[in-house]
Structure formats: C-alpha cells, structure tokens
C-alpha cells in the first residue's frame, strides 16, 4: 500500500476520492476517517477494525454507518445513538459523503 504525505489542510473530498482511486492513502486522517477510506475500498473489516475499539462520537457514527452498511440494523442503531444521531433515511452511498463532508 502507498501512502500520500498530504496536509491534511489541503484535502478536500475531491482529492480525498483521488487518493481512493490511486490506492495511495493520505497520512494524518483520523481513524474514523480512514476507516471510510478503507470502505470506499471494499474492504470493510479493516474500516471496521481501525474503529472497533473507539468511543468517541465521531467513531461511533463511522461504526454506524458500517454496520448499517453490513446489515446489522439494531448494532447500527446502537451505534448511532453512542454518536447523538438518528439513523439517516438516505443511501448508503450519500451518508458516506455526508460523513467525509462532516469529519474530513
């Protein structure tokens, strides 16, 4: 795997999907963060292994989001009450940018 030394300043969510598209993924991230990045991959046990073990707020609404990825509904909706969110009536697809949006 490559890494991309990048000022996490200069990321954008543009660049942020760049660096998904070239496998390079950039240096600084939260783990939240970069659990969605490793999502975007296709590889969702280790998005969920880099947050597994976390409690804050921000984690628990990545670990949301994957287990409501997964299908787990009730884990999910755990999840999202450890974050202080409902969880969302839109796509899977949409709440991933929506969670870039809020954490990146």
Do not use: C
């Amino acid at each position: 795997m490559l890494f991309l030394f990048i000022n996490k300043k200069d990321l954008d969510i543009q660049d942020f999907k760049n660096t998904i598209i070239k496998g390079e993924i950039p240096t600084g991230l939260h783990l939240s963060v970069e659990a969605l990045w490793h999502d975007a991959k296709g590889d969702w046990a280790m998005a969920h292994s880099l947050i597994d073990h976390l409690d804050d707020r921000q984690s628990a609404h990545v670990h949301a989001y994957l287990h409501r990825k997964e299908g787990d509904i009730w884990n999910a909706d755990y999840w999202y009450r450890r974050a202080g969110k409902q969880r969302p009536d839109i796509t899977l697809e949409a709440e991933w940018e929506q969670l870039i949006s809020l954490y990146l």
